[in-house]
């Protein structure tokens, strides 16, 4: 078992800065849990508080049930592989895998067996001998975990590991990372402010934005209902679309912008009784959006007349950036074979279904 329970847990520097507050969520046993959101947000300060290199401020933090606040990061039995590496430059890659375990006075011939053990999971069996210098990026990284599995921790921390690698080999690692999670049947917790390698890897996610988190919840949770703005706005390639909006109560409920007005579907219209008169923000994805000869439900109640700026073929799909209304720019991810042109009128159909509505003022979700 190993389970990480962060509870009310805040961070405030000496220089009175707050850095994280009432951070407070749990890594399950087994859990890919990764904390996801832009630079400077807390997500490394909550990481290092939890393997113990930072003090908590107020709050507890429990690893399987226990309190470990004023427990030294060796005793945590947690092991963390850091962005640059830090490994040692004159030892070699065996000597830097073994180094933990000697110092923990492991058996030779124990050393010996887990870091050829490690080193074969990795593939980097023919490269024990060799000094870090002598690495790649790619190399180095493996070296890492590597002597982070010899520890056989409860709990592995990983922070921004790929982020030194070209994109290429971060795709490779990545699903190498998650399949090596799958075999270890490990407890991590994978600090990124890559959506995508947050998406694709994780369990479960944690989006933090200015020291405060704002959503917990599995990728297709974040993805699909994403509790407020920032959330909308962060998840997902390009971005979700933001339109103000009113909303307009005839024959149903709709809503009303410069240069477009959709119908809410019944189902979802009850949740905007409040909303009356009121002014909203509307959302929808890029992939929500269809060109409107290639949908079979166009009508009055789901179409919007853009003009298109922008046509950015991708080849498996092709992207428009079109103007609504009189000033407002957004983006539409269509099929390859659009006969949209620049500067030309270009009917969009939304998908009602997909939409959704954030209170102008709190920011959260309506739906
Ligand atoms: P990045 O992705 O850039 O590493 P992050 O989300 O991991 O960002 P943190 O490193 O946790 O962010 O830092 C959170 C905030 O706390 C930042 O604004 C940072 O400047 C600040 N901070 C970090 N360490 C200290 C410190 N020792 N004293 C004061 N402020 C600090």
């Given at each position: 078992?190993?389970?990480v329970?962060?509870?009310?847990?805040?961070k405030?520097?000496p220089?009175?800065f707050?850095?994280?507050?009432?951070a407070?969520?749990?890594?399950?046993d087994k859990?890919?849990?990764?904390?996801?959101g832009?630079?400077?947000?807390?997500?490394?300060?909550?990481l290092r508080?939890?393997?113990?290199?930072?003090?908590i401020?107020?709050?507890?933090v429990?690893?399987?049930?226990?309190?470990v606040n004023?427990?030294?990061?060796?005793?945590?039995?947690i092991?963390?592989?850091?962005?640059?590496?830090?490994?040692?430059?004159?030892?070699?890659?065996?000597?830097?895998?073994a180094?933990g375990l000697?110092?923990?006075?492991?058996?030779?011939?124990?050393?010996e067996?887990?870091?050829r053990?490690?080193?074969?999971i990795?593939?980097?069996?023919?490269?024990?001998?060799?000094?870090?210098?002598?690495?790649?990026g790619?190399q180095?990284?493996?070296v890492?975990?590597?002597r982070?599995?010899?520890?056989?921790?409860k709990?592995?921390?990983?922070?921004?590991?790929?982020?030194?690698?070209?994109?290429?080999l971060r795709?490779?690692?990545?699903?190498?990372?998650?399949k090596?999670?799958?075999?270890l049947?490990?407890?991590?917790?994978?600090?990124t402010?890559?959506q995508?390698?947050?998406?694709?890897?994780?369990?479960?996610?944690?989006?933090?934005?200015?020291?405060?988190i704002?959503?917990v919840g599995?990728?297709f949770?974040?993805?699909?209902h994403?509790?407020n703005?920032f959330?909308?706005?962060?998840i997902?390639?390009?971005?979700m679309?933001?339109?103000?909006?009113r909303?307009?109560?005839?024959?149903?409920?709709?809503?009303?912008?410069?240069?477009?007005?959709?119908?809410?579907?019944?189902?979802?219209?009850?949740?905007?009784?409040?909303?009356?008169?009121?002014d909203?923000?509307?959302?929808?994805?890029?992939?929500?959006?269809?060109?409107?000869?290639q949908s079979?439900?166009?009508?009055?109640?789901n179409?919007?007349?853009?003009?298109?700026?922008v046509?950015e073929?991708?080849?498996s799909?092709t992207?428009?950036?079109?103007?609504?209304?009189s000033?407002?720019?957004?983006?539409?991810?269509?099929?390859?074979?659009?006969?949209?042109?620049?500067?030309?009128?270009?009917?969009?159909?939304?998908?009602?279904?997909?939409i959704?509505v954030?209170?102008k003022?709190?920011?959260?979700?309506?739906f």
């Amino acid at each position: 078992m190993a389970e990480v329970q962060l509870e009310k847990v805040n961070k405030i520097f000496p220089n009175g800065f707050h850095a994280v507050k009432d951070a407070d969520f749990v890594i399950q046993d087994k859990e890919f849990l990764v904390l996801l959101g832009p630079s400077g947000c807390g997500k490394t300060t909550t990481l290092r508080m939890i393997a113990g290199l930072e003090d908590i401020t107020s709050g507890v933090v429990k690893i399987d049930g226990k309190v470990v606040n004023d427990v030294e990061p060796k005793d945590r039995d947690i092991a963390m592989v850091f962005q640059n590496y830090a490994l040692y430059p004159h030892m070699t890659v065996y000597d830097n895998m073994a180094f933990g375990l000697k110092l923990r006075k492991t058996p030779k011939n124990e050393i010996e067996k887990r870091v050829r053990e490690a080193a074969k999971i990795l593939g980097i069996e023919h490269l024990l001998d060799r000094k870090p210098k002598q690495l790649s990026g790619g190399q180095r990284q493996r070296v890492a975990v590597g002597r982070a599995i010899v520890r056989n921790p409860k709990v592995f921390l990983f922070d921004e590991p790929l982020s030194n690698l070209d994109a290429k080999l971060r795709v490779q690692m990545r699903s190498e990372l998650k399949k090596l999670h799958q075999r270890l049947e490990a407890t991590i917790a994978y600090v990124t402010h890559d959506q995508v390698e947050a998406m694709t890897m994780a369990d479960k996610i944690v989006i933090m934005h200015e020291g405060i988190i704002q959503q917990v919840g599995d990728p297709f949770d974040v993805y699909d209902h994403p509790a407020n703005l920032f959330v909308a706005g962060f998840i997902g390639t390009p971005p979700m679309n933001f339109l103000p909006a009113r909303v307009v109560k005839q024959n149903g409920f709709w809503l009303k912008g410069d240069g477009f007005s959709i119908k809410v579907p019944d189902d979802k219209a009850h949740l905007l009784e409040n909303y009356v008169d009121k002014d909203v923000v509307f959302g929808v994805r890029p992939e929500d959006l269809t060109e409107k000869s290639q949908s079979k439900v166009a009508d009055e109640t789901n179409t919007i007349i853009t003009t298109v700026d922008v046509v950015e073929p991708l080849g498996s799909e092709t992207l428009l950036h079109v103007t609504v209304g009189s000033n407002q720019f957004i983006t539409a991810k269509v099929s390859p074979q659009t006969r949209a042109k620049v500067g030309e009128k270009f009917n969009i159909v939304i998908d009602l279904e997909m939409i959704h509505v954030f209170d102008k003022e709190t920011e959260k979700a309506i739906f």
